[in-house]
């Protein structure tokens, strides 16, 4: 009789069963997402995993964060977390509760600038996650991460975690009713940054733009290939790469990391001074 892909030693379920019962015991306190991802690595081997708050009027809270030191975790949480493929499907309210990031990610979403900066110190091989949807404007994510030798997820791993993802959503929810408070308390630092970083994304560049090049700017920084953003656009792959031909001969520069950095540094402009309608004239005007 062959075994399942899919079958669990008892071993494993016992450490499953021991892992939940930690979480139920503990099922207010502040290491519940700590002994939750425990609990799943003795169902799915995994690397890292992490607990985070996306909100759709403030900057993510990092939970529970496993990633290792020397990356640019809270240069993310910090900065340009908008242009993250979970947090763009949140805001549109296209997150799956389970997804692996290679099904929700653009085509190159993985040689984009934005990922190159603050993730490629983590070899990610494989990601898949688990989201709470608790409301409207609030998701719960948990990345589980497969990095560096180890060998993707494979679909038996997928349907696992699939098949317990009722019990991580259901603490999760418990979890933040009972905690949401204390993170929430100081979240006004957290609510102005948000606020500056949506208006410096959503006009940089006005001025000096046309609409249909800021919407192939946007695109082409969250990894949209020439191709799919002409797809997203409904126009043709040329027509995209004429647009960024324009885009960087009036921003004068010759390739697309070049503007990424103008916008890391239109995002250093004082969030409590005035900066123009359009950051980056202001950041332009500011060097000239």
Same mark, same amino acid.
């Given at each position: 009789?062959?075994?399942?892909?899919?079958?669990?030693?008892?071993?494993?379920?016992?450490?499953?069963?021991?892992?939940?019962?930690?979480?139920?015991?503990?099922?207010?306190?502040?290491?519940?997402?700590?002994?939750?991802?425990?609990?799943?690595?003795?169902?799915?081997?995994?690397?890292?995993?992490?607990?985070?708050?996306?909100?759709?009027?403030?900057?993510?809270?990092?939970?529970?964060?496993?990633?290792?030191?020397?990356?640019?975790?809270?240069?993310?949480? %910090?900065?340009?977390?908008?242009?993250?493929?979970?947090?763009?499907?949140?805001?549109?309210?296209?997150?799956?509760?389970?997804?692996?990031?290679?099904?929700?990610?653009?085509?190159?979403?993985?040689?984009?600038?934005?990922?190159?900066?603050?993730?490629?110190?983590?070899?990610?091989?494989?990601?898949?996650?688990?989201?709470?949807?608790?409301?409207?404007?609030?998701?719960?994510?948990?990345? *589980?991460?497969?990095?560096? @030798?180890?060998?993707?997820?494979?679909?038996?791993?997928?349907?696992?975690?699939?098949?317990?993802?009722?019990?991580?959503?259901?603490?999760?929810?418990?979890?933040?009713?009972?905690?949401?408070?204390?993170?929430?308390?100081?979240?006004?630092?957290?609510?102005?940054?948000?606020?500056?970083?949506?208006?410096? !994304?959503?006009?940089?560049?006005?001025?000096?733009?046309?609409?249909? %090049? !800021?919407?192939? !700017?946007?695109?082409? !920084?969250?990894?949209?290939?020439?191709?799919?953003?002409?797809?997203?656009?409904?126009?043709?792959?040329?027509?995209?790469?004429?647009?960024?031909?324009?885009?960087?001969?009036?921003?004068?520069?010759?390739?697309?990391?070049?503007?990424?950095?103008?916008?890391?540094?239109? *995002?250093?402009?004082?969030? @409590? %001074?005035?900066?123009?309608? @359009?950051?980056?004239?202001?950041?332009? %005007?500011?060097?000239?």
């Amino acid at each position: 009789m062959s075994v399942s892909p899919t079958t669990l030693s008892i071993e494993d379920l016992k450490a499953w069963s021991d892992g939940c019962a930690r979480v139920i015991e503990n099922i207010d306190e502040a290491e519940t997402p700590r002994h939750l991802c425990a609990a799943l690595c003795a169902l799915v081997p995994i690397d890292f995993s992490g607990v985070f708050v996306l909100r759709r009027h403030s900057a993510p809270i990092a939970v529970l964060d496993d990633i290792p030191p020397g990356t640019e975790a809270v240069s993310y949480l %910090e900065s340009l977390y908008l242009l993250d493929p979970v947090y763009d499907h949140f805001l549109r309210g296209t997150l799956p509760t389970c997804t692996l990031l290679d099904d929700i990610c653009p085509d190159d979403f993985f040689e984009s600038d934005y990922f190159l900066k603050y993730w490629s110190n983590v070899n990610i091989v494989s990601e898949f996650s688990i989201n709470t949807h608790y409301d409207s404007d609030t998701v719960l994510h948990v990345p *589980l991460s497969r990095v560096d @030798d180890s060998k993707a997820f494979s679909q038996a791993d997928i349907d696992t975690l699939t098949a317990v993802s009722g019990t991580v959503v259901a603490t999760l929810r418990r979890y933040w009713n009972a905690r949401r408070a204390r993170y929430e308390s100081g979240a006004t630092k957290a609510d102005s940054f948000h606020a500056h970083l949506r208006f410096v !994304m959503d006009n940089f560049g006005c001025s000096l733009l046309t609409a249909r %090049e !800021m919407d192939i !700017m946007q695109l082409t !920084m969250r990894g949209y290939s020439d191709k799919l953003s002409a797809r997203e656009l409904d126009i043709t792959p040329g027509t995209v790469r004429n647009h960024k031909k324009s885009i960087f001969n009036k921003l004068q520069v010759s390739s697309q990391g070049q503007v990424f950095g103008l916008l890391l540094d239109a *995002l250093q402009l004082p969030a @409590d %001074e005035a900066i123009g309608p @359009d950051p980056l004239a202001t950041l332009l %005007e500011s060097r000239y």
